[in-house]
């Protein structure tokens, strides 16, 4: 591997600069102007689309925080955080989260035990067996299954849900969490799946033929290199699945019922911090009074909360990003 | 086992016998409509290495990949004709994908470590194939990576991340992959063709030291490494074998005008 490699063999002509240099100012003009307004005026514009949503983040936590701090006024924020018994509206009033925060962390156990397996099974399925052909009419179905107005899960719950649940434990009320928490679940597959299985097929081709070419079926492909591979994608899906069952409000409002209630039963009715927020905005509740701040208050905890679960999830992606 | 000698003087060990191991057998393969091998009949010898040469697309990977059914993983993929590796039909129904795999191993062109550390992806292998007891893995990781002449690089930080290793050294960890599982036949598929000079040369070093334990086929479009490595060499163009012979013999007075303008660099 020595010259001969460089050798032109006489094709290409050579060439020699002179020392003068080309002045014709007239024939290169480089300006523009129409361009030049249009280019300052568009990032600030664009910024002000940007901006949009940032603002509206301020206000909200500036509404949340000032009628919280005036909930608090009134009551104890250690009662608040500690009560056991949530009675905002009847004598003798109480206002403990502590119920609310059962009702809910109950609906989205429920609901994680549903959809996480499901879910990811579903995206194993999707990312590792389905041929393209199938992979390209199911993916489409579950964006649609996401796109579905929770009221309708909600009925779904009511009218199709609790009746089987009934047919099985026959002491199961009208409204319960079992039911409400199941359709929650069904609900947010969809996103447990989707977001899997963008982790699974970003996990590079080479790493199965590595695993496939040391004689692993196809099974043991996926889950002892592609799942682990996919690991920060699959646990940030799940924190934000879990996340969003926290925050789901039609499903539980509709169908778990509206009753404070401090029990893990699953076959009770129950209310979360969401129902709640929606029995005391429909009522005819004044602005100013307790009741009122006091949903203030359960929508701050539950922002704190799912803005909490949302920074766990990016760190989580982030942090745990293998290299590939 | 000097690498550094001028083509076309080939480093094989002198003439030896070898026995076929793998008989190719009028083999023709489809990917949908493409004829991607034509006919081709081929054996390999059992302890020794052959060289797969020939321009891009020609048929040679695709040969090496129908050796351990890695294409099977190819929607689309036909095959007619015979692959016998001692003796059984490799694509005959009976025969377990897995096991054959197991059995026939294989390096990537790029190095490909699993997002695992250094002893875990020694270990993968085993493991799948039901070795649970630690002090077996631990003599299996260590005899691996010492046959894939990796060892005394890594043998203090075992728990490291495979990706933390220089591409040469994740090359020869994925040679002591392919190795923890005891195959008998190990296919290379341009091995070499992501890695440096000096990295290549510790690739071809450790492939001299293989061949007597192992039978190697490789694919290289570099034709200098099949002189300096193999023991037999076969040229291909557009799907079919257009010679098949003695790596010296092959270089030196190549029979078919068509290797000779590849060998001599006229086109490729």
């Not at chain 1, 006091?294 to 909490?308: P, Q, R, Y």
Request: with cysteine; net charge neutral; hydrophobic share 45%.
């Amino acid at each position: 591997m020595n010259g001969e490699w460089l050798q032109t063999g006489g094709a290409v002509e050579p060439l020699k600069q002179t020392p003068e240099t080309v002045r014709a100012a007239g024939a290169y003009s480089f300006k523009n102007e129409r361009k030049s307004v249009m280019n300052r005026l568009m990032p600030v514009l664009l910024m002000l689309c940007a901006s949009v949503s940032i603002i509206t983040t301020v206000g909200i936590v500036y509404t949340l925080v000032s009628e919280t701090v005036l909930f608090f006024r009134e009551v104890p924020i250690v009662e608040f955080l500690t009560g056991t018994r949530w009675s905002p509206l009847f004598e003798p009033r109480a206002f403990g989260i502590l119920p609310l925060l059962a009702g809910t962390l109950l609906i989205t156990i429920i609901a994680c035990v549903v959809a996480m397996p499901i879910g990811l099974a579903s995206a194993v399925y999707l990312s590792e067996y389905a041929p393209r052909r199938v992979r390209n009419i199911i993916k489409p179905i579950l964006e649609v299954l996401a796109g579905v107005p929770t009221i309708v899960y909600g009925y779904f719950a009511l009218s199709f849900m609790t009746p089987i649940v009934r047919a099985i434990f026959p002491e199961t009320g009208i409204f319960n969490a079992l039911s409400a928490g199941i359709v929650v679940g069904i609900m947010i597959i969809p996103m447990v799946t989707s977001l899997s299985e963008d982790a699974m097929n970003a996990v590079p081709k080479s790493l199965r033929d590595g695993a496939y070419a040391l004689g692993a079926t196809k099974f043991e492909s996926a889950l002892k290199i592609v799942l682990p591979a996919a690991l920060s994608g699959i646990v940030a899906s799940f924190v934000l699945a879990f996340s969003r069952a926290v925050g789901e409000t039609m499903i539980v409002t509709v169908a778990a019922g509206a009753t404070p209630n401090l029990t893990f039963n699953p076959l009770e009715s129950i209310q979360t911090m969401t129902a709640y927020i929606v029995q005391v905005s429909l009522g005819d509740t004044q602005r100013g009074s307790i009741e009122y701040g006091s949903i203030f208050a359960v929508g701050m905890a539950l922002f704190i909360i799912t803005f909490l679960l949302n920074s766990i999830a990016q760190y989580v992606a982030r942090k745990f990003r293998e290299e590939y | 086992m000097s690498i550094s000698m001028p083509m076309p003087a080939s480093a094989a060990t002198p003439a030896r016998t070898a026995r076929t191991l793998i008989e190719i057998d009028r083999l023709n393969l489809y990917y949908g409509d493409f004829h991607a091998l034509k006919n081709v009949s081929l054996d390999i010898p059992e302890r020794a290495v052959t060289a797969f040469i020939g321009p891009s697309g020609c048929g040679k990977s695709t040969l090496l990949r129908s050796l351990n059914r890695m294409n099977d993983l190819i929607p689309g993929t036909r095959i007619e004709g015979r692959i016998a590796i001692a003796g059984t039909d490799i694509y005959s129904p009976e025969v377990d994908v897995e096991t054959l795999r197991k059995k026939v191993g294989m390096v990537f062109q790029q190095p490909n470590p699993f997002p695992k550390s250094i002893y875990d992806n020694v270990a993968y292998g085993p493991r799948l194939h039901g070795i649970r007891k630690k002090s077996r893995l631990d003599e299996i990781v260590e005899s691996s990576l010492k046959a894939a002449a990796l060892w005394d690089e890594v043998k203090d930080h075992l728990k490291r991340s495979a990706l933390s290793l220089s591409g040469g050294q994740q090359q020869r960890l994925c040679i002591a992959r392919a190795l923890a599982v005891e195959p008998d036949i190990l296919l290379m598929d341009e091995a070499t063709s992501a890695l440096d000079p000096i990295s290549t040369l510790k690739i071809e070093e450790l492939v001299q030291q293989l061949k007597d334990r192992y039978t190697i086929v490789m694919v290289t479009h570099n034709m200098h490494q099949a002189a300096r490595v193999s023991n037999q060499t076969v040229f291909f163009l557009n799907g079919e074998v257009v010679e098949s012979a003695d790596t010296e013999q092959l270089f030196a007075g190549p029979s078919d005008s068509r290797t000779e303008d590849y060998i001599s660099g006229r086109f490729g």
